[in-house]
C-alpha cells in the first residue's frame, strides 16, 4: 500500500480492548517462515512506513486495530456461503477431462478472493493460479450467476467491516475482478513472480483439503491459517548474507530449468550458471568476454544434453576455460562430482591452485590427485561436491576405487586435456583404459576431451561416442617462417615449393661471430628482446644452456639495467630455495634477461623461472620441447633451434604445439615462429609443415603388449566382467578395437583377448581353467587383486613380490634404507649407470647396520671394492639390483642431507634428475603401500610404507610438512612462513595477504594470495572430511536388527 492511499482512509477508531496475543490472529498478522510447522499466508501490512522484513514478537504491528478471530459473524457467514454452495459442486466437475479433485477448483474458492480484500490473490489464491507452472489443466467458471451471487455475498458481508477495510475492498476491486478473469481462462503459463512461495505451501496444503474424505470447513481453514500467522517467529539471520545465498540459488535453480527444458541455445544467466560465475571469472582469470566460439561450443545441444564431445582448436585459443565452465556447472547445477585428468604433475598443482579460489566462494572442495598424493576411495561427501584434479594415473586409480565402491554413478563429468595422449605409449594405454571404463561402467557420465593436435577425430568419436566441434580460431594471428642460409621464408601451402621468400639476412657480423653463431641467433633474437618475449626451443638440455650463455655472452650491458632490481630479486630466491646454492650458468645469464627451462631444473627454480617470464622479468627461455606441452608460457616470437627432438626428426604435432606458443593474446597483434633449416634437412622440413597431423592410436600393445593384459586383469579385479565373453565384449568398446585392423590384422580380438588371459593365468594374477569357453568364470588371485589395486606394472609385479617377502625374512629397521630399497622404481633404474668410486666411498661412510642392508639385499662388499678398483669380477651381481641398490643410497641421502644441491653434487648427477627420483620413489612408495593393503602377509609393511611415503613426498623436516601440504609451497617457502610463525595449517588459511608480502621475503601479492587460498581449501577439505567421518559413526545402520526382524524369523 503506497502513502497516497493510507491518506484517502478515514480515520481509525480507538479499539475498546487490546488485541490478545492469545487470540485469533487478523489477517494482517507477519506470515510465518518456512519450516515453522503450519503452512502460512504472507499478507502486506497497511502502512505508510517502509516494511520491515523481520518483526519481534514484542511488538504490536496492527495498533489499535480491532482483529475479527474472535468475531463468529464473520465466521458464521463464510460457513453458510459454502453451505449454499454445496449444491453447486456440479460445475466442478468441468474442471478435468480426468477428474482429478486436487485440481479442481470450487465456487467457494472462486468467490474467497472477492469475500473480503484481506483473502485477495495473495491469500486465497486459487490452485490454478499455480497450476500453470505444472501444466495442469485448470476449471473455468462460465456461469455468470456465479459471479452475481458472489458480488451479492460481499455486499452482505461489508456490513461487517471496518471503514478502512471497505475503502480498501473498494480500491481492490478491480484487481480482483482482473484476477477473476484470468481465471477463467486458465493461468497455463503462470510464473513464480505472480505468487509468493508462501502461497505455494497454502495451495498445497489446499489441495489436500480438497479430497472427498478429508474435507474441511473454511471457517477452519481460516482458524488454521490466522493461528499459524499469530505464532509466526522471526529469525535471527544476517539479511545481508540470506539475500546474497538466496539470489545466487534462484540464479542456479533457473539454470537447472532451462538446463532440463532447453535444447540448443542456454537461455541461463551464463551459459547455465548463475552471472556470479561471470564475475569470479572476471575477477580471479582478468576474463571479462568469452571468444565467439566458446559462446558457440557451450551452446552446442550436445553440451545441452550432456552427451560426449571432442573440441579441437590451435594452441591458446582459450580450451580450457569452456571445460572449466562446463566443470562448473556440473558441480553446482547438476549437483555431481566432476574429474580433471591433466598430463604432468605441475599443471595439475598449478590447476588447483587456480581453481581453489572458485571452490571458496562457490563451496565446493577441490582435491588434488598427483604423485603420492590422493585417497582411494575419495571421501564420500554428503553435503558438498567435489572436484578431483588427476594425473593419468592418479586419474585411473581413482575411477577403479570409485568402480569398487559403486560410487563411480556420482561423477558426472570427465574433462581430459590433451586427448592426444592417447597415442603416448604406456601413459596413452592408461587413459584409454580409464575413459573405456567409465563409458562401460558409468553410461550417464559426460566425457568432454580436449587438444589441439588431433587427426583421426573419426576414430575418437566413434570410442568415445562423442561429437565434434572443431574450430581454426587463435587470438593472435600466427606466422610461420623458415630460416634457410641467409635468407628467411614464409611458410605458404599455396607456393609450389612450400617457402616464399620473405627477406633476406643482412646481419653484420664478424667473422669470429660468424664462427660461434652461424644460424645468426643472437641477431634474432635482438630483434625481439628485451621489449619483448623470445623462447628458442633447442634438441638437448646441453644445447639449452649452450645457447643461453652464447646469446648472453655477446649482449650489450644495457640488457643489464633492465629491469635490474627484480632480476637481482629473482636470483636471491633461486639461491634460498638451494640453501644459498645457485647454478653458475643461472647466475651468469639471469642479469640479461636469459634463463634455461628443461628437466635438469628443480621444482622449486622451474616455477620461479616461469613466473619471473610470465611477468617479463625474463624476456628469453632457451627451453626443450616438453615446456611446449607444459604450462601455458606464451611468447612474440618462437625460434626452433634445430628440427630435431634428440636425434628424431620432429613430429608434425610437436612441431604445431612448440610454434603455437608464439603470440601472446591481449599483449600482441601477431606471433611468429622461425624454423633454423641446413640443406639437407629442407625436403622433410617441406614435409613437416605441410603434411596432417599423426594419427593418434591406440597404445594397448605397445611397450611389449602389457597394456591389454593389465586392463584384462583389472576388469576381473573390479568384477565389471567376469567371463572370457564379458571381457571380450568389453574390449570391443576400445579404441585398440576402433584401430584393430590397423594395429593388428593378423590376429582376430577374440585371439588376442585369449592370449592377455592364457598370459596372466601363468603370471597367477587370475584363475581361469579353460580361456577357450566364452562363458567360463575368471576370478582374480591375491596377487592379481594386490597387482591391480598398486597400479604396478606387470613387468616387475611378481619381482616385487619376492622383494618384499625376500625382505620380511632379514628386514632391518636400524635405518630406513632398507624400506627405501624396496620402494625404489624399478623402471628409472636403467636412466643411471653406478659411478663406482662413488660407490664405494658412500658405502664405507655407511654404519654396520646399514652395510648389513647392502649384503642382505644381494651386492657383497667384495663386489663394490673390485667394481671400484678396476679389478676382474668372476661372479657376477644382477645389474638391476645394484642400479637399484645406488639409487636407494641417492634417496637415503636426500632424506638425512634433505638439501637436492648437496645430494646432487655428491653423486655427480643433475639436481633435476634427483628431484624426478624423489618424485618417483615418492609415487611408487605409494602404490607399494597399496599393494600390501592386499595381502595380509604383508601386513608389517603397511605402517612402514606409510611413513615413508611421507617423508618420500616432501623431504623435509617434520615440523614442514603441513605447510608444504598446501599446493605452491615448496621446502624453501615453507621454510620462510615457518621463520615468520606461520607454523601451522590453520595459521597459514587465516593470515592476511597483505601482512604475508610484507613479511615473506621475495612474496608477490599474487602468489601470496594462491597461498592463502590454497590453505582455506586445504583446511575446509580437512574439516569436511572430519565431518564426515563423525556423520557416518552417527548415522543409524540400515540393517540394524530390530523386534520386529526377530519375530519375523521366529515365525519363519
Known amino acids: 500500500m503506497n502513502v497516497a492511499f493510507n491518506s484517502k482512509l478515514p480515520p481509525k477508531q480507538p479499539s475498546l480492548r487490546k488485541r490478545s496475543r492469545n487470540s485469533w490472529s487478523s489477517c494482517m498478522s507477519p506470515a510465518r517462515k518456512k519450516g515453522s510447522g503450519k503452512t502460512a499466508v504472507q499478507i502486506p501490512v497497511m502502512s505508510s512506513s517502509p516494511r520491515q522484513q523481520y518483526c519481534s514478537d514484542d511488538e504490536d504491528l496492527f495498533g489499535d486495530y480491532d482483529s475479527f478471530g474472535n468475531d463468529s459473524s464473520f465466521l458464521a457467514k463464510l460457513e453458510d456461503i459454502e453451505k449454499n454452495l454445496e449444491p453447486s459442486s456440479s460445475i466442478t466437475n468441468a474442471c478435468g477431462e480426468h477428474g482429478d479433485t486436487s485440481d479442481r477448483i470450487s465456487p467457494v474458492q472462486s468467490n474467497i478472493n472477492v469475500l473480503h480484500p484481506c483473502l485477495e490473490n495473495k491469500t486465497f489464491a486459487s490452485s490454478a493460479v499455480l497450476s500453470g507452472r505444472k501444466k495442469v489443466k485448470t476449471c473455468h467458471f462460465n456461469s455468470t450467476n456465479d459471479n452475481k451471487y458472489a458480488s451479492d455475498t460481499m455486499d452482505d458481508l461489508c456490513h461487517d467491516m471496518q471503514a478502512s477495510q471497505k475503502t480498501l475492498m473498494k480500491a481492490q476491486r478491480p484487481s480482483t475482478v482482473r484476477l477473476r478473469d484470468e481465471e477463467q481462462t486458465g493461468y497455463e503459463n503462470s510464473t513464480e513472480e505472480k505468487v509468493s512461495s508462501s502461497v505455494k505451501h497454502k495451495v498445497s496444503n489446499e489441495k489436500d483439503v480438497q479430497m472427498p474424505n478429508r474435507r474441511k470447513s473454511l471457517k477452519d481453514k481460516i482458524k488454521s491459517t490466522m493461528a499459524g500467522n499469530a505464532i509466526a517467529q522471526s529469525p535471527q539471520v544476517s539479511k545481508a548474507k540470506q539475500q546474497k545465498e538466496e539470489a545466487v540459488t534462484e540464479e542456479i535453480n533457473v539454470a537447472i530449468k532451462t538446463i532440463e527444458t532447453t535444447s540448443g541455445v542456454d537461455l541461463g544467466p551464463f551459459f547455465g550458471l548463475p552471472s556470479k560465475i561471470k564475475e569470479l571469472i572476471s575477477q580471479l582469470k582478468g576474463i571479462k568476454e568469452l571468444y565467439e566460439w566458446q559462446k558457440t561450443c557451450l551452446t552446442l545441444e550436445s553440451v545441452q544434453q550432456k552427451r560426449n564431445l571432442i573440441y579441437s582448436l590451435p594452441t591458446s585459443g582459450g580450451k580450457t576455460l569452456v571445460a572449466e565452465i562446463l566443470i562448473l556447472r556440473e558441480l553446482l547445477c547438476w549437483k555431481k562430482d566432476a574429474l580433471f585428468i591433466l598430463p604432468y604433475i605441475a599443471i595439475v598443482q598449478e590447476k588447483v591452485r587456480g581453481l581453489s579460489a572458485f571452490g571458496l566462494e562457490l563451496d565446493f572442495l577441490v582435491e588434488e590427485y598427483a604423485g603420492s598424493k590422493g585417497r582411494f576411495p575419495p571421501i564420500k561427501r554428503r553435503q558438498k561436491n567435489s572436484l578431483y584434479i588427476a594425473t593419468i594415473e592418479k586419474g585411473h586409480s581413482l575411477v577403479n576405487s570409485l568402480i569398487e565402491t559403486n560410487r563411480l554413478g556420482n561423477v558426472g563429468l570427465v574433462v581430459v586435456d590433451e586427448l592426444h595422449m592417447l597415442g603416448e605409449g604406456s601413459r596413452g594405454a592408461i587413459l584409454e583404459m580409464t575413459l573405456a571404463k567409465v563409458l562401460y561402467a558409468s553410461a550417464p557420465t559426460q566425457i568432454i576431451g580436449m587438444s589441439a593436435t588431433l587427426n583421426n577425430i573419426g576414430d575418437l568419436q566413434q570410442f568415445l561416442k562423442a561429437e565434434n566441434y572443431t574450430s581454426d580460431f587463435r587470438p593472435v594471428q600466427l606466422k610461420e617462417y623458415v630460416k634457410l642460409a641467409d635468407s628467411i621464408y614464409e611458410v605458404d601451402c599455396k607456393e609450389e615449393d612450400y617457402f616464399k621468400l620473405s627477406r633476406p639476412l643482412n646481419f653484420k657480423y664478424s667473422s669470429n661471430l660468424q664462427k660461434i653463431d652461424p644460424d645468426h641467433l643472437i641477431a634474432l633474437v635482438t630483434e625481439v628482446i628485451p621489449m619483448n618475449s623470445c623462447l628458442v626451443f633447442c634438441p638437448t638440455k646441453k644445447n639449452c ?160 603388449g602389457k597394456g591389454l593384459p593389465s586392463l584384462v586383469l583389472s576388469l576381473i579385479g573390479l568384477k565389471i566382467t567376469q567371463t572370457p565373453r564379458e571381457i571380450l565384449e568389453f574390449v570391443t568398446c576400445t579404441l585398440f578395437s576402433v584401430q584393430q585392423k590397423h594395429i593388428s590384422s593378423e590376429k582376430s580380438l577374440s585371439d588376442i583377448v585369449n592370449e592377455c588371459l592364457e598370459f596372466l593365468t601363468k603370471k597367477g594374477l ?47 629397521l636400524q635405518s630406513v634404507l632398507h624400506l627405501i630399497y624396496l620402494v625404489t622404481p624399478y623402471e628409472i633404474v636403467s636412466q643411471c649407470k653406478p659411478d663406482w668410486m662413488i660407490f664405494f666411498k658412500q658405502f664405507n661412510q655407511l654404519t654396520s647396520a646399514e652395510q648389513k642392508i647392502v649384503e642382505i639385499v644381494g651386492v657383497p662388499e667384495s663386489y663394490i671394492t673390485k667394481k671400484a678398483s678396476g679389478q676382474a669380477i668372476r661372479t657376477e651381481v644382477d645389474g638391476l639390483i645394484v642400479n637399484r641398490l645406488y639409487l636407494s643410497l641417492v634417496l637415503f641421502a636426500l632424506l638425512k642431507e634433505t638439501n637436492i644441491w648437496i645430494v646432487a653434487d655428491k653423486f655427480n648427477l643433475d639436481r633435476g634428475f634427483v628431484q624426478n627420483l624423489l618424485g618417483s620413489a615418492s609415487a611408487f612408495c605409494s602404490c607399494v603401500l597399496h599393494f600390501t593393503e592386499e595381502l595380509e602377509e604383508f601386513w608389517a609393511y603397511r605402517a612402514l610404507f606409510t611413513e615413508v611415503t611421507k617423508r618420500l613426498t616432501y623431504c623435509a623436516k617434520a615440523e614442514l610438512i603441513p605447510l608444504m601440504e598446501v599446493a605452491g609451497v615448496l621446502e624453501a617457502r615453507a621454510k620462510q612462513l615457518y621463520n615468520a610463525g606461520y ?52 548415522t543409524l545402520p540400515a540393517d540394524l536388527p530390530s523386534l520386529d526382524g526377530l519375530s519375523t524369523e521366529a515365525s519363519v
Open 766 to 812: 587370475i584363475k581361469c581353467s579353460d580361456v577357450n569357453q566364452e562363458n567360463e568364470a575368471v576370478e582374480v588371485t591375491q596377487l592379481g587383486r594386490a597387482t591391480f589395486k598398486g597400479s604396478i606394472d606387470l613387468t616387475y609385479c611378481d619381482i616385487l613380490y619376492k622383494d618384499l617377502k625376500a625382505g620380511l625374512e632379514g628386514l632391518v
Open 983 to 1034: 607454523k601451522t595449517l590453520a595459521h597459514l588459511a587465516n593470515a592476511d595477504p597483505v601482512v604475508l608480502v610484507k613479511t615473506i621475503n621475495n612474496l608477490s601479492k599474487r602468489q601470496s594470495n594462491q597461498i592463502v587460498i590454497s590453505a582455506k581449501m586445504l583446511l575446509k577439505e580437512k574439516a569436511e572430511a572430519l565431518q564426515e567421518e563423525v556423520n557416518e559413526l552417527l
Open 545 to 704: 644452456e649452450n645457447v643461453a650463455e652464447m646469446i648472453c655472452r655477446y649482449l650489450k650491458k644495457d640488457f643489464v639495467m633492465h629491469k635490474k632490481n627484480e632480476k637481482t630479486r629473482l636470483l636471491d630466491e633461486i639461491k634460498s630455495t638451494g640453501n644459498g646454492s645457485i647454478c653458475s650458468t643461472l647466475k651468469r645469464i639471469i642479469p640479461y634477461g636469459l634463463a634455461y627451462h628443461h628437466s635438469g631444473l628443480t621444482n622449486d627454480e622451474r616455477k620461479l623461472i616461469e613466473e619471473a617470464y610470465a611477468s617479463g622479468v625474463l624476456c628469453l627461455l632457451t627451453c626443450t620441447s616438453t615446456l611446449a606441452a607444459g604450462v601455458n608460457l606464451p611468447a612474440r616470437r618462437v625460434i626452433l633451434r634445430s628440427p630435431y627432438v634428440a636425434k628424431d626428426f620432429l613430429k608434425r604435432s610437436q612441431y604445431k604445439q612448440m610454434i603455437g606458443r608464439a603470440g601472446r593474446a591481449g599483449i600482441d597483434t601477431s606471433g611468429e615462429s622461425i624454423l633454423i633449416l641446413q640443406a639437407k634437412d629442407k625436403l622433410l622440413a617441406k614435409e613437416l609443415v605441410s603434411r596432417p597431423l599423426e594419427n593418434c592410436c591406440s597404445n594397448l600393445l605397445s611397450d611389449n
